[in-house]
């Protein structure tokens, strides 16, 4: 008997497949899979479906959806703990060549649904093999991009997996979704652009964002414009990019005041500090250092700070203040 726990998708999806090929191995998958959700049979159901036999599969594995829904609801009937008290006896004598797998994906790790994600481990405990499912992190959604390509031969650089990464929020599933539409689109001819991805992936206009950073952090002033008006006209929620920016200059002027220089130095210091950050981003505030002294990076923080609410007055012209930032921070005085 298995646990699953968590939301993330892809992970499950790879560890579901890889159980039902090794517990029913040449079998045939439609006779001895078998779905159940908690949501609509009962956990004392779903046992006494364990414990039967059928003829046409002598291998089985059951998987149950929603395992969450087992768990009572306000003040604890006699029919919860008898069904408790169900799992517990199943669990001492296991019906043999029948694997069962109780799924629950509906809570997260942490914020609000922490409480409530504990309660259901604690209520599944006596199972001993528990998988837990947690998002990815940006590091190992880069491994899992990488990985990706590789096997289908898509040749895809790391700033563009960076993109890729940041526009999906890291977010495995939606990295290899994407990976398998960018390798349909592209083919092995070439390698994957910046442009590529905006026009496929969901969301990568915040990409521009980055781009926005990223020249901004160089001095480069055309580009910084270029990516401005791109923004400008998508829409883009302006306080977002700023927020991104200050984020990055507050990282470089962190950098120049412990006298850091090289991505490498500076991803092992945050690092070392219990702060996230991964190889491009360092890389991002490595070129920041070398573009703006300290005395520019704290001018710029203050513009940004003034920006940020000249976005928030009732009469601003967006256009006008961003273009008036953007001069700023790249007329390199």
């Not at 408790?84 to 060549?97: C, H, M």
Request: aromatic fraction near 8%; charged fraction near 30%.
């Amino acid at each position: 008997m298995y646990f699953f726990l968590g939301p993330e998708i892809w992970s499950r999806d790879q560890c579901r497949r890889a159980l039902i090929a090794r517990a029913l191995g040449d079998a045939d998958p439609e006779q001895g899979l078998t779905r159940h959700d908690l949501d609509s049979a009962s956990l004392t159901e779903i046992l006494d479906d364990a414990r039967s036999f059928s003829l046409f599969a002598p291998r089985r594995v059951i998987w149950v959806a929603s395992a969450e829904s087992a768990l009572p609801r306000g003040r604890a009937t006699s029919e919860d703990a008898t069904a408790a008290n169900g799992l517990t006896d199943y669990l001492k004598n296991p019906s043999s060549g029948t694997v069962l797998v109780f799924d629950a994906a509906r809570y997260e790790f942490d914020g609000d649904d922490k409480t409530k994600l504990e309660r259901v481990a604690k209520f599944y405990g006596a199972i001993r093999d528990q998988v837990e499912f947690r998002p990815f992190t940006p590091e190992s959604a880069r491994r899992v991009a990488q990985d990706l390509a590789r096997e289908r031969n898509l040749r895809l650089g790391a700033t563009q997996i960076g993109l890729l990464v940041e526009a999906l929020g890291a977010d495995a599933g939606r990295v290899a979704s994407e990976i398998e539409k960018l390798a349909l689109y592209v083919g092995t001819e070439r390698a994957v652009t910046a442009e590529d991805i905006a026009a496929l992936v969901p969301n990568a206009q915040s990409t521009t964002i980055f781009a926005l950073v990223n020249a901004l952090g160089r001095g480069d002033r055309k580009r910084s414009l270029d990516s401005l008006d791109t923004l400008l006209r998508e829409g883009e929620y302006l306080p977002l990019a700023l927020s991104f920016l200050a984020t990055q200059f507050r990282m470089a002027l962190v950098a120049h005041e412990a006298g850091l220089r090289t991505a490498q130095q500076i991803l092992t210091w945050f690092s070392g500090q219990g702060l996230r950050m991964w190889r491009e981003r360092a890389e991002q505030v490595a070129a920041t250092v070398s573009a703006f002294s300290k005395p520019r990076l704290e001018r710029a923080l203050a513009r940004l700070f003034e920006a940020d609410r000249a976005l928030r007055d009732a009469r601003p012209d967006d256009r006008v203040v961003m273009e008036e930032l953007v001069l700023s921070l790249t007329s390199g005085k």
